[in-house]
């Protein structure tokens, strides 16, 4: 079941580079985690999700040059290999 992974990359979208990490909780919202339960049957719609939430993610990387910020680009690349 795929569901508890989606629902993890989901949270990793909202953490990301998120300063109200250090102030606030941060979740996911209901809605989002009860679409990602009806809707995740098949492997196709796990795999939009994925490339969703990983595309999510790529915007958020800063875009100036830093160690960190290369070093999560290369991931997000990794990644979308796997979906393509």
């Given at each position: ?26 979740k ?35 875009k ?21």
């Amino acid at each position: 079941c795929a569901i508890p992974q989606l629902m993890a990359i989901a949270t990793l979208v909202q953490l990301y580079n998120n300063p109200l990490v250090f102030t606030s909780v941060v979740k996911i919202r209901k809605g989002l985690a009860c679409k990602l339960m009806l809707n995740c049957s098949d492997i196709k719609q796990v795999e939009y999700y994925f490339s969703l939430f990983i595309s999510k993610i790529e915007k958020k990387i800063p875009k100036y040059s830093n160690i960190n910020n290369k070093q999560m680009q290369e991931l997000i690349n990794k990644s979308k290999q796997l979906f393509n």
